[in-house]
């Protein structure tokens, strides 16, 4: 993160902060929340860390992603839970795109993905042992949906968010949209972390739901993976 802040601020390559505010939940949810903040006027909701640094600039954005990584940086020497979760949000977020590609709403579905789990993520930097108490796991994607709602982020990326949280709770799938493609994303991710990795059956299944040919979604997976290590290369 330093290293990225420091690039921006020097000779204004924001590469390396881009993918921090890409494949950092925690950094990109406070970045938002100030960009989205009453400080900056009112206007429409911002749900893109692009269009954040246009509008606020290299340096304000810069230093707002260093103050807002810092607990999060804190709470990783103490354990990994962050980061695996981290690492989920992320492949979320990709599969989310990769799965959406073509859509008017696949900036927005990448957006959700990385959010969807910000409030256990909040949460675990400020206690300690295991914050995801059983009974209660489909109750972070609600509490993340009301969380982003008051910090004004776009009603796309916060009903997709909710959507998903009554998913987990009910079993049953959103019908369209954001919501229906964040909750197979969430559901592929847990099983697959690359194409090798899920065997025919269950890329039927998801295929299925997708209406989308077998063959095809591979090919959505390849990208949405490729997506994922370009991201943490840049990020590290």
């Not at 492949?91 to 795109?97: D, I, N, R």
């Not at 969380?147 to 009554?166: F, K, M, Q, Y």
């Not at 690359?194 to 299925?208: E, I, K, Q, R, Y």
């Not at 997976?221 to 590290?236: N, S």
């Given at each position: ?47 893109s ?5 246009q ?15 810092f ?30 590609a ?27 042992g ?42 049953l ?8 493609v ?38 959505m ?16």
């Open positions: 993160m330093k290293a990225a802040v420091s690039r921006a601020l020097d000779n204004e390559d924001v590469t390396g902060l881009m993918a921090i505010l890409q494949a950092d939940p925690l950094t990109t949810a406070r970045y938002l929340r100030v960009v989205n903040s009453p400080f900056y006027g009112s206007r429409p909701p911002i749900g860390a692009a269009a954040a640094l509008m606020l600039g290299c340096h304000a954005s810069a230093m707002i992603a260093l103050v807002s990584s607990d999060y940086g804190l709470s990783r020497k103490r354990d990994h839970r962050l980061e695996r979760m981290r690492l989920h949000c992320l492949q979320t977020a990709v599969l989310a795109h990769a799965l959406s073509g859509s008017d709403w696949a900036e927005e579905a990448f957006m959700a993905g990385l959010l969807h789990e910000i409030h256990f993520m909040l949460h675990a930097t400020a206690e300690s295991d914050a995801r108490e059983d009974g209660v796991v489909a109750d972070y994607a609600n509490r993340s949906a009301a969380l982003l709602r008051s910090w004004n982020l776009p009603g796309a990326i916060v009903d997709a968010i909710a959507e998903h949280g009554r998913a987990q709770q009910t079993g799938i959103p019908a369209s949209g954001v919501g229906r964040l909750w197979l994303a969430h559901e592929l991710a847990h099983c697959v972390s690359s194409v090798a990795d899920c065997v025919p059956h269950d890329l039927g299944w998801f295929a299925a739901q997708l209406g989308t040919g077998v063959g095809n979604l591979g090919q997976i390849a990208a949405a993976q490729e997506r994922f290590r370009a991201i943490e290369r840049y990020r590290a």
